[in-house]
């Protein structure tokens, strides 16, 4: 695994999956600016092959739901992250 990019706001995410085209982004829901949720959107409307998971502080039933909605392929709970990430990311390898 290589880490490719880090982006600090969801436009700056877009451009840089835009021009990366990495296997897995992993993107947290609450950004500055805008939220992920577009940035979810975007990716599975356009980057289909990309995957994406999740990393949220409010993985309540309604962010669950909506993430799932847009096609998430994780959804990872920011305290449960040091468990749960590394056998996500493996998923796809």
Known sequence: MEIVGEAEDAETA???INQL???????DIFM???DGFGVLR???D??????VIVLTSDASEM?????????ADVVIDKGDAGLQMLPA???FQ
């Open 42 to 44: 975007h990716v599975k």
């Open 63 to 71: 962010v669950r739901q909506r993430c799932a909605s847009l096609r």
């Open 32 to 34: 500055p600016i805008t």
């Open 46 to 51: 356009w980057l289909e092959p990309t995957k």
């Open 89 to 91: 990311l493996r998923m």
């Open 21 to 27: 085209r990495p296997d897995v982004v992993l993107l």
């Open 14 to 16: 877009l451009v840089m």
